[in-house]
């Protein structure tokens, strides 16, 4: 059963970077062809999809987030990881990681089938 | 972007009682590529539905999703007390989008 683990600092000062890593297990990031993927909440709303890279590094990124958002991926440790850049209190949420399905190939739209619990960040000084 | 508005925000209905949320796109989506998710307080989204209406799997026949175009039905045949809950559609036809969701809630 695959199982995916966010994990990172649970505060982040404004205009710092925020970075998680989320820890695949009962799986291999690189042996299937699976894109791996960051979605957040906001506390009390909805859901937003941040970024999706696949196995090989390719990366697809919401346009509204595109210029602060790195996702990378670290075969060798069975990872993936979100950079996002000068944050600010609206950057504020639970960050799941997740494991996207891709609509067609190269259409950049996804459905998510596997979750990680999420981890709560908060951008406060 | 396409924008998903879900209705109605709030649905209070009564164990064993039928569900029926609506989810409305701001264009076509594409080949149906529209799912559904279910959220419990203070755990992760669950997918119940894909391409408008598979389920996916380990999802009880109750749940059951339908529609095309702009206009997404998931129905909830008889509501058990574990489906109380907030359900999200979201569309992948392009970048992905969700709905600002709707509460199912005991009355």
């Known amino acids: 059963q695959l199982q995916l683990q966010e994990s990172g600092p649970g505060l982040v000062k404004p205009s710092e970077t925020l970075s998680l890593t989320c820890t695949v297990s009962?799986?291999?990031?690189?042996?299937?062809?699976?894109?791996w993927g960051w979605i957040r909440q906001p506390p009390g709303k909805g859901l937003e999809w941040i970024g999706s890279?696949?196995?090989?590094?390719?990366?697809y990124y919401n346009p509204s987030l595109k210029s602060r958002v790195t996702i990378s991926v670290d075969t060798s440790k069975n990872q993936f990881s979100l950079k996002l850049s000068s944050v600010t209190a609206a950057d504020t949420a639970v960050y799941y990681c997740?494991?996207?399905?891709?609509?067609?190939?190269?259409?950049?739209?996804?459905?998510?089938?596997?979750w990680g619990q999420g981890t709560l960040v908060t951008v406060s000084s | 972007e396409i924008v998903l508005t879900q209705s109605p925000g709030t649905l209070s209905l009564s164990p064993g009682e039928r569900a029926t949320l609506s989810c409305r796109a701001s264009?076509?989506?594409?080949?149906?590529?529209l799912a559904w998710y279910q959220q419990k307080p203070g755990q992760a989204p669950r997918l119940l539905i894909y391409?408008?209406?598979s389920r996916a799997t380990g999802i009880p026949d109750r749940f059951s999703g339908s529609g095309s175009g702009t206009d997404f039905t998931l129905t909830i045949s008889r509501l058990e007390p574990e489906d109380f809950a907030v359900y999200y559609c979201?569309?992948?036809?392009?970048?992905?989008?969700f709905g600002q969701g709707t509460k199912v809630e005991i009355k």
């Open positions: 979201q569309q992948y036809g392009s970048s992905p989008t």
């Open positions: 009962g799986g291999s990031i690189s042996s299937s062809s699976y894109y």
């Open positions: 997740a494991r996207p399905m891709e609509a067609a190939a190269g259409t950049g739209g996804f459905y998510f089938d596997y």
């Open positions: 264009q076509s989506v594409s080949s149906s590529y």
């Open positions: 391409g408008a209406s």
């Open positions: 890279i696949y196995y090989s590094g390719s990366t």
